[in-house]
Every structure is written in structure tokens, then in C-alpha cells.
């Protein structure tokens, strides 16, 4: 596990962005698997800089999402499509149709999540997963439990999750209660990950991942046991 701690927010964003256009360059049909939430929002801003400068290509770039919240339709301003819209596709050359989210308003969402991993595993597995963690330790919506979860599956959302989440809704009401996420053993699978964290607030959840005991209580503990991780943290 390579561990790297930068000065702030702009060069942790710089230097996640840096890796994965590492691994574009080097497989230009690679396939990325990428998150939401705010820690990885710089990263995308200067992915997005390095397309508008002529230096990245991802018309071939096929994308596979973490996950998605139940219920919310890809033009709703919290889903996660609409993040990585927002943040991304609209904004680089990757085609629509290389682009994949677990779909939250599926009308069977076992079928979703079993058709899902079978798309990675069709893509034949993910290159490079790009990773946050909440202070929980969770990733994706794997949040602390008494076993890994394995595929992607259809997650209850933890009340702290609920609340934490609020603050991008107009109520607590409003926040959707189940999402889909990928497993632990979908993200497991991929050959490279790169997990970024910023603010004080993370500190002590990334020491314990790094350094703590291998539990599902805290699913990122898992990534010690992966051959290929990078974590870049930032305390501001
Ligand atoms: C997002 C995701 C979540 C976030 C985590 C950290 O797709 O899967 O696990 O990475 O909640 O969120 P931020 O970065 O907002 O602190």
C-alpha cells in the first residue's frame, strides 16, 4: 500500500488526477471505476483540465459507478448520474454509452445489481477503482457490518448516513433510504485502487484503515489486504 500525505486539497486533486490519466494514457480503453461525494470533485476538475489542454483522450474510457441511491432518477440533482455529469462526462469526450451507474429506479433491483457486476466482469474487471471513505470507513455504501458484502447489492442506508447525507436534501425525509452499491469483492477485484481523503475529520479513519485490524466493522480495512493501493490524504 503506498500512503501519501500532501500539503492540501489542490495537490492531493492533482496527483490523483495525474494517476489516472496515467492509466488512460497507458490503456486508452481502460475501464474506470469511479465515485461521487466531494473528496473526488478536484480530481475530476483536473481530469477535466488535462482533456481542455489536449492531453487526455477517453473516447474509448468505459466508466462503471460505485452506486446510486434508490429511487432517484439520473436528472435528479442528488443522484449520483447527475453528479458525474455534472462533474464530468458533460465535460470530456467519453461517450454516453460507455458510461455505466447502477440504476436506482430499476423496477427489479436484485436483476440490476447481478446485471451490473456482470458488466465489469464482461468489461473483463476494472483497471483502476477510484475510491473516498467516509469517517466511518465505509466505501462505496458498504458501511461498517458483520461481513464483507460481496457483488453489488441493494444497501439499507445507516441512520448516520441519512443525516450526514441531509444537508443535500431540502429535509432528512427526502433522503432516499436504500442505495445500490457496489460489494466489497467488486472493488476488490479491481487491478489498481486509489482511495483520496481530505480534512482533519478523516485522519483517524484512514489510520485505522492503514494500520488497524481487517474488519467488516470498518469495510476500508479490507484494502490492506490488495496488492495495488494508493491513498493520498490531505488534512486541509
Ligand atoms: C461515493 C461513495 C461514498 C463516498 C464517501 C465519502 O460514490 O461511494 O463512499 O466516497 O461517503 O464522501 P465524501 O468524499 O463526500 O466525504
Same mark, same amino acid.
Given at each position: 500500500?503506498?500512503?501519501?500525505?500532501?500539503?492540501?486539497?489542490?495537490?492531493?486533486?492533482?496527483?490523483?488526477?495525474?494517476?489516472?490519466?496515467?492509466?488512460?494514457?497507458?490503456?486508452?480503453?481502460?475501464?474506470?471505476?469511479?465515485?461521487?461525494?466531494?473528496?473526488?470533485?478536484?480530481?475530476?476538475?483536473?481530469?477535466?483540465?488535462?482533456?481542455?489542454?489536449?492531453?487526455?483522450?477517453?473516447?474509448?474510457?468505459?466508466?462503471?459507478?460505485?452506486?446510486?441511491?434508490?429511487?432517484?432518477? /439520473?436528472?435528479?440533482?442528488?443522484?449520483?448520474?447527475?453528479?458525474?455529469?455534472?462533474?464530468?462526462?458533460?465535460?470530456?469526450?467519453?461517450?454516453?454509452?460507455?458510461?455505466?451507474?447502477?440504476? /436506482?429506479?430499476?423496477?427489479?433491483?436484485?436483476?440490476?445489481?447481478?446485471?451490473?457486476?456482470?458488466?465489469?466482469?464482461?468489461?473483463?474487471?476494472?483497471?483502476?477503482?477510484?475510491?473516498?471513505?467516509?469517517?466511518?470507513?465505509?466505501?462505496?455504501?458498504?458501511?461498517?457490518?458483520?461481513?464483507?458484502?460481496?457483488?453489488?447489492?441493494?444497501?439499507?442506508?445507516?441512520?448516520?448516513?441519512?443525516?450526514?447525507?441531509?444537508?443535500?436534501?431540502?429535509?432528512?425525509?427526502?433522503?432516499?433510504?436504500?442505495?445500490?452499491?457496489?460489494?466489497?469483492?467488486?472493488?476488490?477485484?479491481?487491478?489498481?485502487?486509489?482511495?483520496?481523503?481530505? /480534512?482533519?475529520?478523516?485522519?483517524?479513519?484512514?489510520?485505522?484503515?492503514?494500520?488497524?485490524?481487517?474488519?467488516?466493522?470498518?469495510?476500508?480495512?479490507?484494502?490492506?489486504?490488495?496488492?495495488?493501493?494508493?491513498?493520498?490524504?490531505?488534512?486541509?
Amino acid at each position: 500500500m503506498k500512503y501519501i500525505v500532501t500539503e492540501n486539497y489542490e495537490q492531493l486533486s492533482a496527483l490523483a488526477a495525474d494517476i489516472i490519466a496515467a492509466q488512460v494514457i497507458m490503456k486508452p480503453n481502460c475501464v474506470l471505476g469511479l465515485a461521487t461525494g466531494s473528496s473526488p470533485v478536484g480530481t475530476y476538475r483536473e481530469l477535466v483540465k488535462k482533456y481542455e489542454a489536449g492531453r487526455l483522450d477517453f473516447s474509448a474510457v468505459r466508466s462503471v459507478n460505485l452506486d446510486e441511491y434508490v429511487g432517484l432518477k /439520473g436528472d435528479h440533482p442528488q443522484s449520483y448520474r447527475f453528479f458525474m455529469q455534472d462533474n464530468l462526462f458533460n465535460h470530456v469526450n467519453i461517450k454516453p454509452e460507455n458510461t455505466f451507474v447502477p440504476c /436506482g429506479i430499476a423496477a427489479n433491483l436484485g436483476a440490476e445489481c447481478a446485471a451490473y457486476d456482470a458488466r465489469v466482469e464482461a468489461f473483463g474487471g476494472i483497471d483502476l477503482q477510484l475510491l473516498g471513505i467516509g469517517v466511518d470507513g465505509h466505501v462505496g455504501f458498504n458501511e461498517p457490518d458483520e461481513v464483507f458484502a460481496k457483488g453489488t447489492h441493494v444497501v439499507d442506508l445507516l441512520e448516520s448516513t441519512i443525516q450526514a447525507n441531509a444537508r443535500f436534501f431540502a429535509s432528512e425525509n427526502d433522503v432516499p433510504r436504500q442505495a445500490l452499491s457496489m460489494g466489497i469483492a467488486t472493488i476488490m477485484k479491481a487491478k489498481k485502487i486509489l482511495l483520496v481523503a481530505n /480534512g482533519e475529520q478523516k485522519r483517524e479513519v484512514i489510520e485505522q484503515a492503514v494500520n488497524g485490524p481487517i474488519t467488516p466493522k470498518l469495510p476500508a480495512s479490507v484494502l490492506q489486504l490488495h496488492p495495488d493501493v494508493t491513498i493520498i490524504f490531505s488534512k486541509k
